[in-house]
């Protein structure tokens, strides 16, 4: 069983939540996810940043190594209808479906219920606070463990 920051196993064990902030495609803009990176920082969580321009495989490659309780996607490209399917397909190949994925940036209203009938946990679209991202997360991965 995944211990989560401040809850104690039996061997009183404690471990952060892990969060993988990625910026898929060739999307070149990544201030916002920088933003949302240091916010979960300085909530206590552990984040693992991959930079830009990643692929699907090498995101879940990533949460798999890293022991992630979370995928963050920054997209603003437009790109979401094709990323999200194919990160989504990959998780459930590598039976990792437990991971929350969120995703934040430019995701048109008409798209939201397509990205979470795909599993995607919640959508952050332009405006929303770093503490609703940060609670939402901590609430996500509380319910699962």
């Given at each position: ?58 995101i ?19 790109a ?34 397509q990205m979470k ?11 929303a606070?770093?503490?609703s ?9 509380k319910?699962?463990?």
């Open positions: 069983m995944r211990n989560i920051m401040g809850n104690n196993t039996s061997n009183g064990d404690q471990r952060r939540i892990r969060v993988v902030v990625a910026k898929p495609g060739l999307d070149g803009h990544d201030r916002g996810a920088k933003v949302i990176a240091r916010a979960l920082r300085d909530a206590g969580m552990e984040v693992i940043y991959t930079g830009l321009r990643q692929s699907p495989e090498q879940v490659n990533t949460a798999l190594q890293e022991d992630a309780d979370v995928i963050g996607l920054s997209i603003l490209s437009g979401h209808t094709t990323i999200v399917p194919q990160l989504m397909s990959l998780l459930k190949q590598r039976e990792l479906e437990d991971i929350v994925v969120l995703i934040g940036g430019i995701i048109p209203d008409a798209d939201v219920p009938a795909l599993g995607v946990a919640e959508v952050f679209q332009p405006g606070s770093l503490d991202i940060v609670r939402f997360i901590q609430l996500s991965v319910q699962r463990d």
